[in-house]
């Protein structure tokens, strides 16, 4: 019985008070979150080794530089602060 | 000799094998590898066997929704249908019909089975009256969502559950039209097939190049 059934706990949502749309939006945000269309989109078509190797190191320098601009975005928000001398 | 070597002291890896060849000593220090993995940083560090493990999902659903929004196993008794009909008698959520919808990029299919599995009734964007490219529109599947709904209801199957497969155009307009037509949705499931590298995998074709 639970073999059925089984696809119905996994990646399912409820729809209440008939708002499909949002339903739809948040099964979606899960989706895209655990990156299951990403992998749906590579494996339609076989991805050589040499454009694999090209596609990863290309996400881990991305990904770095991300996360290095958020630091000093950061970092430099700390400017935003009240004026210590407001009388000058 | 090598018997000799291995009944004093169990290797665990290649490389304590290879050490202990090398050093030819008795003195059994068992080197573990427990701080990295060698291929952790590198290019070729690539998960060939990715765990099957259904986790809960990684967005907590039920805060988005402000109640509860994931099925859970509890949820497969519960009663769905209209209270104020008393004609009609209320069904449990694992008896209902589910409607498949395959979306892919150039046309979707539409296929309605019962709570068991057998099928019952199919269209798709030819059957409405689409050609060629044209069955791989919204419009399209909106069509194809309002002729399934008008055929559900003629049935009186007002309550139904939705599984989503593939990424395509015709994936939210499908189930609009089926809303369009007066059918109530209850859930809407996702089975978009994700291929996982193990021995039997057939390799997929190779790029277009246009």
């Given at each position: 019985?639970?073999?059925?059934?089984?696809?119905?706990?996994?990646?399912?949502?409820?729809?209440?008070?008939?708002?499909?749309?949002?339903?739809?939006?948040?099964?979606?945000?899960?989706?895209?979150?655990?990156?299951?269309?990403?992998?749906a989109r590579l494996w339609e078509r076989y991805e050589k080794?040499?454009?694999?190797?090209?596609?990863?190191?290309?996400?881990?320098?991305?990904?770095?530089?991300?996360?290095?601009?958020?630091?000093?975005?950061?970092?430099?928000?700390?400017?935003?602060?009240?004026?210590?001398?407001?009388?000058? | 000799?090598?018997?000799?070597?291995?009944?004093?002291?169990?290797?665990?890896?290649?490389?304590?094998?290879?050490?202990?060849?090398?050093?030819?000593?008795?003195?059994?220090?068992?080197?573990?590898?427990?701080?990295?993995?060698?291929?952790?940083?590198?290019?070729?560090?690539?998960?060939?066997?990715?765990?099957?493990?259904?986790?809960?999902?990684?967005?907590?659903?039920?805060?988005?929704?402000?109640?509860?929004?994931?099925?859970?196993?509890?949820?497969?008794?519960?009663?769905?249908?209209?209270?104020?009909?008393?004609?009609?008698?209320?069904?449990?959520?694992?008896?209902?019909?589910?409607?498949?919808?395959?979306?892919?990029?150039?046309?979707?299919?539409?296929?309605?089975?019962?709570?068991?599995?057998?099928?019952?009734?199919?269209?798709?964007?030819?059957?409405?009256?689409?050609?060629?490219?044209?069955?791989?529109?919204?419009?399209?599947?909106?069509?194809?969502?309002?002729?399934?709904?008008?055929?559900?209801?003629?049935?009186?199957?007002?309550?139904?559950?939705?599984?989503?497969?593939?990424?395509?155009?015709?994936?939210?307009?499908?189930?609009?039209?089926?809303?369009?037509?007066?059918?109530?949705?209850?859930?809407?499931?996702?089975?978009?097939s994700?291929p996982?590298l193990?021995?039997?995998l057939q390799r997929p074709k190779k790029m277009r190049?246009?």
């Amino acid at each position: 019985m639970w073999n059925v059934h089984s696809r119905f706990l996994a990646r399912t949502v409820w729809v209440r008070n008939g708002e499909v749309d949002l339903a739809y939006r948040a099964l979606n945000r899960v989706l895209n979150n655990e990156e299951v269309f990403k992998t749906a989109r590579l494996w339609e078509r076989y991805e050589k080794p040499f454009r694999k190797r090209g596609r990863l190191c290309y996400e881990k320098a991305h990904e770095i530089y991300n996360n290095e601009m958020e630091r000093k975005i950061k970092f430099l928000m700390r400017k935003n602060r009240a004026n210590p001398w407001p009388w000058n | 000799m090598l018997n000799h070597l291995f009944s004093r002291f169990v290797p665990l890896s290649i490389s304590t094998i290879q050490q202990s060849l090398r050093t030819l000593s008795f003195t059994s220090i068992q080197y573990k590898r427990s701080h990295t993995d060698i291929r952790e940083g590198t290019v070729r560090e690539v998960n060939l066997h990715p765990e099957n493990i259904q986790t809960p999902l990684s967005i907590d659903v039920d805060k988005y929704y402000g109640g509860s929004g994931q099925v859970r196993e509890t949820d497969f008794e519960k009663l769905i249908g209209d209270t104020n009909n008393p004609e009609v008698p209320q069904m449990k959520y694992e008896d209902l019909p589910i409607v498949h919808m395959k979306c892919t990029r150039n046309n979707t299919i539409v296929d309605v089975s019962d709570c068991t599995g057998q099928q019952i009734f199919r269209t798709s964007c030819g059957v409405v009256g689409f050609h060629n490219a044209k069955k791989g529109t919204t419009t399209a599947a909106q069509a194809v969502g309002i002729h399934m709904g008008n055929n559900l209801s003629r049935r009186n199957m007002k309550h139904v559950r939705v599984v989503v497969k593939g990424t395509g155009p015709g994936r939210l307009m499908a189930i609009k039209g089926l809303q369009l037509a007066g059918i109530d949705i209850v859930t809407i499931t996702d089975n978009t097939s994700i291929p996982t590298l193990h021995v039997g995998l057939q390799r997929p074709k190779k790029m277009r190049r246009v």
